[in-house]
């Protein structure tokens, strides 16, 4: 199972709306993650 990248723009704008929304945090990896891979897609 591989993980491929997608198009990330505007996703850090999101990830700071979210976290605002709901006054929450994500961890740092989890940011960098999201960042890399906008949540990413399965490939068998």
């Not at 723009?9 to 929450?24: F, K, L, N, P």
Request: a neutral charge; aromatic letters at 14%; hydrophobic letters at 35%.
């Amino acid at each position: 199972m591989l993980i491929a990248k997608f198009q990330t723009c505007g996703v850090a704008d999101e990830i700071s709306r979210i976290e605002s929304q709901y006054t929450i945090k994500f961890p740092e990896q989890y940011k960098d993650f999201l960042l890399r891979y906008n949540g990413g897609g399965l490939h068998a």
